[in-house]
């Protein structure tokens, strides 16, 4: 039970460069969520999903898209990177939103730097 | 917006004392909070979860309460261990979750 994972673990991009960050999670869970996590600021919500197929913004998803085609799968894309987007970016899981199972599981991130 | 405070930013204390780190929060209407432990470089680890309806939540040397009425929680670390050493995070869940930004725990052996 390999719980949630997160590929790639580093990356640095070029500004305006493209890239796709993937979660799995193998606990049959409903809910994912992705978050960054800049000096400060604390951990943020960029979007969650309820479902498959389903997806919705959070506190921060502006420059940001995401896809839930299969359950087990989150992925977080950046069409045109920029250096604002340099964080470390955490996926989390949960059985639930409501209050009776929605324990969150994060994954250990993905560092990304934009020059 | 749910606003999420946690005091002290950082704390360092001598290897066996019982300590406290703290949780508040602006609006109370909450499904849960759960706290986290997070080490340098890694990602975050659940260590306690307490719905609305409860009031604390025990786990070997941590115990965990909330008082939503006041939007507080507290986490009582019991015989400190250089082990302990990590960011401590919580964060509360409504619409969205919401996190607070950490208190920074050293424990001197």
């Known amino acids: 039970n390999a719980g949630v994972t997160q590929t790639p673990k580093f990356r640095v991009l070029k500004t305006g460069q493209s890239m796709t960050l993937l979660c799995a999670q193998d606990?049959?869970?409903?809910?994912m969520y992705w978050y960054r996590q800049d000096p400060g600021m604390g951990l943020r919500l960029i979007h969650y999903s309820v479902g498959e197929g389903t997806t919705a913004k959070g506190e921060v998803p502006d420059g940001y898209n995401v896809s839930r085609l299969k359950k087990q799968n989150f992925l977080l894309g950046l069409e045109s990177a920029a250096p604002s987007q340099t964080s470390v970016y955490f996926c989390a899981s949960s059985y639930s939103g409501r209050e009776v199972g929605n324990e969150q599981f994060f994954g250990p991130g993905t560092r990304l730097t934009v020059l | 917006k749910q606003e999420v405070t946690q005091i002290p930013a950082a704390l360092s204390v001598p290897e066996g004392e019982n300590l406290v780190l703290n949780c508040s929060f602006t609006d109370s209407a909450i499904y849960n909070l759960q706290w986290f432990r997070q080490d340098p470089g890694k990602g975050l680890t659940s260590l306690l979860l307490?719905?609305?309806?409860?009031r604390e939540q025990t786990s070997g040397r941590l115990n965990a309460s909330l008082d939503k009425s006041s939007g507080r929680s507290t986490l009582y670390i019991a015989a400190s261990q250089p082990g302990d050493s990590a960011t401590y995070l919580c964060a509360v869940s409504g619409n969205q979750f919401y996190f607070g930004t950490g208190t920074s725990l050293t424990v001197i052996p």
């Open positions: 307490i719905q609305s309806s409860q």
């Open positions: 606990m049959n869970h409903e809910y």
